[in-house]
């Protein structure tokens, strides 16, 4: 325990040493691009929030098929946690993206299909934490909330698509034929890619370990609850 512990701490420090430079990248280090200025610079913090909330709910899918599978609370457990960061990181993606489209689009929101499948991704995992709290009953809980979090999972493909599927405002940085971002632009993106995700399992490292403990809990209560 008392290693695993001192491995998580480590890893901590390691990721927050991560974000830190991908701070100093993405802020100082790209340059200024020219045409939208320094408001360009939340895209090195808004694509990995995005891809890192892509990564939490594929864990909730994979989790919630394999619970089940085997019917084991840990794999509940891991799903609520990554749906939770999901959540968190989804929101800022939102923030991040309105705060973008105010100086590109002079609007804070815009109907297109992009951000309106971001927005219907957010809104089905927020339902699905509202749902993980008013559930009663362990098992119920589990149950219901692994369909959702498989059904659920099938808007993150569309969300991911919506760019190439659909004629859409938001700008296509990467395709088939050509990197829309100078070297170093690229570089902090990666960097700031790598920091965030670090961040994300630190985050999900974190959680579970609260989750785990919060179902001891549980059952010790329900164990002295059903003593005579």
Not at 42 to 48: D, S
Not at 100 to 123: F, G, I, K, Q
Request: proline share 3%; net charge positive.
């Amino acid at each position: 325990m008392k290693a695993t512990g001192r491995f998580t701490n480590i890893f901590g420090i390691i990721a927050f040493i991560s974000v830190a430079g991908g701070l100093y990248m993405g802020l100082i280090y790209a340059p200024t691009e020219k045409t939208m200025g320094a408001v360009q610079r939340i895209f090195y913090f808004h694509l990995p929030l995005a891809w890192n909330g892509f990564l939490a709910f594929l864990i909730v899918f994979i989790c919630s098929v394999i619970y089940l599978v085997k019917r084991s609370a840990k794999w509940d457990i891991v799903a609520g946690a990554a749906a939770e960061i999901g959540v968190l990181f989804s929101t800022l993606v939102l923030i991040t993206g309105s705060i973008w489209a105010r100086r590109a689009w002079n609007a804070w929101w815009v109907w297109e299909p992009r951000l309106t499948t971001m927005l219907v991704m957010w809104l089905i995992y927020l339902g699905y934490l509202m749902a993980r709290g008013a559930i009663e009953g362990a098992e119920r809980r589990a149950r219901v909330s692994a369909v959702m979090g498989i059904v659920g999972f099938l808007n993150v493909p569309i969300v991911f698509m919506s760019i190439h599927w659909w004629r859409t405002m938001h700008p296509v940085l990467i395709d088939k034929e050509r990197m829309g971002l100078a070297v170093p632009m690229l570089v902090a993106l990666v960097v700031c890619l790598f920091a965030f995700t670090m961040l994300f399992c630190y985050l999900l490292i974190k959680r579970v370990r609260l989750g785990k403990i919060e179902y001891s809990l549980k059952e010790i209560r329900i164990k002295l609850d059903r003593r005579p």
